[in-house]
């Protein structure tokens, strides 16, 4: 896999990753670099939902549309599909390399914040359960994290 491509990865999907999503893709944009990016979560409870009103709220304030984004379970196939798959959590990376295909699969696994320098190991809180201003935090991590992903993967 040649094309840089990649994949955020949170528990329900509806919530962090598609805000990752939201935030990569616009600093992507603006940065002029050509990188897939998409998202998926480790459980299935919202698979086809629309993001969680509160993360499409959060975005829109930042200048992101992140409304047309469905909810999907993340694959084994996944690995092969994406060159960079990216956990929001240290319960989702576990996740991750339980389901990473034995010898298979060429993406690399990381957690968002290793790419803060400073902030290697921290998970991005899952905002899910408090008060809507948790989302702005969210909101806060994953633009530090993508920003910081992006210049990695595009400098
Ligand atoms: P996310 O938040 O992982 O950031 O999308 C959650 C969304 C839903 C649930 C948990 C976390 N849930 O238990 O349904």
Known sequence: MNEL???FVCLGNICRSPLAEG???AAAEEAGADIRASSAGTGSWHVGEPPDPRAIAVANANGVDISALR????TAEDFLRFSHVIALDRENLAHLKRLRPK???A???SLLLDHVPGREGEPVAD???GEEDGFAETWDDVVAGTRALLTELAP
């Open 107 to 109: 993406a690399e696994l």
């Open 127 to 129: 905002p899910y359960f």
């Open 5 to 7: 491509s990649v994949l």
């Open 103 to 105: 010898g298979g699969g």
């Open 71 to 74: 909810g999907r379970q993340v």
């Open 23 to 25: 935030a990569f893709r």
